[in-house]
């Protein structure tokens, strides 16, 4: 500070040195961090954090208030730092899209979910342990006076990821319409074509 002129002294990027201001007045803000809490959340509602640990969402452009996992939304300062203006408009945009979901007396499911086959299911439980979506439960049942396990699929968690099939060593759960001999079939199409 000259006598009473404020001088700032910035690096500017595109110029690739520093430069000099000499601003009226200079307003400082408080920072803003995220919330400890957020990690927790993180893991609960199986979204993900950018590396400041904010909340990440969906698609920055096509979908900027969603988060990956279906019917979750953010706006404010769980996203980011941002100003009033820009956190009440990110909030409405939140509002309209849960009300989207709201309106509607029904949802229509996943169509790609993973189905368990009864007769090859031996209750095992790898697939329980993989599931990302924690969509597969192991339970037990009665049968004939034995006690018997099987995985049971919650659809409306399931993704159809496939991490369940992958590690299924009977085949008893299997993703509708992606079973082992469709895939089977796709690779060797693949190779023949590419060969």
């Not at 408080?30 to 199986?46: G, M, R, T, Y």
């Not at 979908?63 to 979750?72: A, E, K, Q, W």
């Not at 509708?176 to 469709?182: E, G, H, P, S, T």
């Amino acid at each position: 500070m000259e006598g009473e002129q404020i001088t700032v002294r910035v690096y500017e990027p595109s110029l690739g040195e520093y430069i000099e201001l000499n601003p009226d007045f200079l307003v400082l803000s408080a920072a803003i961090v995220p919330n400890p809490d957020n990690e927790k959340l993180a893991q609960i509602f199986k979204i993900s954090l950018t590396q400041d640990k904010f909340f990440l969402e969906a698609h920055m452009k096509l979908r900027p208030v969603d988060f990956s996992s279906d019917g979750l939304f953010m706006c404010g300062l769980a996203h980011g730092p941002k100003f009033i203006p820009e956190s009440i408009v990110q909030g409405q945009a939140a509002a309209s899209r849960a009300a989207t979901i709201l309106s509607k007396s029904k949802l229509q499911g996943e169509a790609i979910i993973a189905e368990v086959f009864e007769e090859n299911c031996d209750g095992c439980g790898y697939c329980v342990g993989v599931c990302p979506f924690m969509a597969i439960k192991l339970f037990e049942y009665m049968y004939q006076g034995e006690v018997k396990k099987m995985v049971e699929v919650n659809e409306s968690l399931c993704k159809g990821c496939g991490c369940c099939m992958a590690t299924c060593p009977k085949r008893g759960i299997m993703v509708k319409n992606f079973d082992l001999d469709i895939l089977s079939a796709m690779i060797e199409t693949a190779l023949l074509s590419s060969g």
